[in-house]
């Protein structure tokens, strides 16, 4: 039952955003893919800065990011991550690795361990996870780019309708 007002109430949230709908959209589009990237604990420095070089919307993208990226999404998105980067890179990497640093990311040790704990993976565990990420995100990415911009085109023109109405 909580699960399904939380879902409702982000949901709400995400439509009632005001704004330019590139802008609302792009941001929607930032948001996932960032969510979407095996990048946990830095998704939120990772979003003020695209978004902030790129004039997007902040609200979206962080919004989205928490529905996309969330305690019942991360081991698929993980998981995924693996599957992917071990077909495109070079190196092989092992699901039990990832496991263990996805428990205790899952157990919010604070940003300083939860760095170690990737960086103990080693640099080849990070392009792996990093490059299945992206190529995961990409095609969200893009679709949830244009998908939100007809909904916030929408949102917006009916909006304008009903205070012309006014």
């Not at 095996?38 to 990772?46: D, E, K, S």
């Not at 699901?95 to 704990?117: D, R, T, Y």
């Amino acid at each position: 039952m909580k699960l399904g007002r939380l879902s409702k109430f982000y949901y709400l949230k995400f439509l009632r955003l005001k704004g330019d709908p590139k802008s609302l959209a792009a941001g929607t589009a930032i948001g996932v893919f960032i969510g979407l990237t095996p990048t946990m604990p830095l998704h939120t420095v990772a979003i003020i800065a695209l978004t902030v070089v790129t004039r997007t919307s902040m609200i979206a993208a962080m919004t989205i990011s928490w529905i996309v990226c969330n305690p019942l999404t991360y081991v698929p998105i993980y998981y995924f991550s693996l599957v992917i980067g071990n077909a495109v890179t070079p190196y092989n990497l092992s699901w039990e690795k990832i496991k263990a640093v996805l428990n205790l990311l899952l157990s919010h040790p604070g940003l300083g361990p939860s760095l170690q704990a990737l960086a103990n993976l080693g640099f080849e565990a990070i392009i792996v996870m990093v490059v299945g990420g992206c190529i995961l995100a990409i095609p969200f990415t893009i679709a949830s780019y244009y998908f939100s911009f007809l909904m916030f085109a929408k949102i917006r023109k009916k909006r304008s309708e009903k205070h012309i109405l006014k």
